[in-house]
């Protein structure tokens, strides 16, 4: 598996698919999904010039940190266990799979105990599909509004996980829809709320994903492979 070279042709796509939108691809940040993958192809991905990797277990998360050496930056992007949230203060940058006001409340609070605002987006389930985590698009706003008012956080943004779908096209009303529903969020200027990031989009979609305004594309097979041992 050449990760290098992996990255250089996803890097040339991103860019491909920002100038079909006119965007400057420095608006599109790729988050490596490293998770079930050994430290050791997140340094490769690392000295090939790679800084964002995102996690989504954490016990395999703190292991894989404490192993490397090179700094990089951690997100987390899958399903956030409460009882796991001690961990991460301090050792993540951004939490993207933020779908209930428990889990914010208990994010404020860790946060808060080391003197630190936790950055988050709001995990959308927009197909309501019940294999997946993620907020309704009904519940959406009354859970923005309860998580804005909680004094360690700040909501960047939101992210999406829609059905997988062989054909990238089928998924661009995901996608276009995500965007809608930043804009009217972003419209009701709650403090400390920013809709400027939408997670959107991975190895096989992400090109229509930043077509649709994708700020941040979770890619992991299509740099590492697949995936390990979960």
Request: charged content about 25%; aromatic content about 6%; glycine content about 8%.
């Amino acid at each position: 598996m050449d990760i290098a070279a992996n990255l250089a042709r996803i890097r040339t796509e991103i860019a491909a698919a920002c100038a079909r939108r006119g965007r400057d691809p420095a608006t599109v940040r790729l988050v490596a999904v490293s998770k079930t993958h050994p430290a050791e192809a997140v340094a490769a991905a690392r000295a090939a010039g790679q800084t964002v990797f995102g996690e989504s277990y954490v016990q395999e998360f703190l292991a894989k940190a404490a192993a490397l050496t090179d700094p990089v930056t951690w997100h987390f992007i899958g399903h956030l266990q409460s009882n796991k949230v001690r961990h991460l203060p301090g050792k993540v940058a951004l939490i993207h799979s933020v779908d209930r006001l428990a889990l914010a409340e208990e994010i404020s609070r860790q946060w808060g105990q080391h003197g630190l605002t936790a950055e988050i987006l709001l995990e959308v389930n927009l197909a309501d599909e019940a294999s997946k985590s993620g907020v309704s698009e009904a519940e959406l706003e009354l859970l923005l509004r309860r998580v804005a008012a909680l004094p360690h956080l700040a909501v960047r943004g939101l992210m999406t996980l829609p059905p997988y779908l062989d054909d990238p096209e089928a998924v661009r009303p995901y996608f276009r829809r995500l965007f809608e529903l930043a804009r009217q969020l972003d419209a009701l200027a709650l403090p400390g709320v920013a809709m400027g990031e939408l997670s959107m989009g991975m190895s096989h979609d992400f090109g229509v994903a930043i077509e649709e305004g994708a700020t941040l594309v979770r890619i992991g097979t299509a740099i590492f492979g697949e995936r390990g041992g979960r």
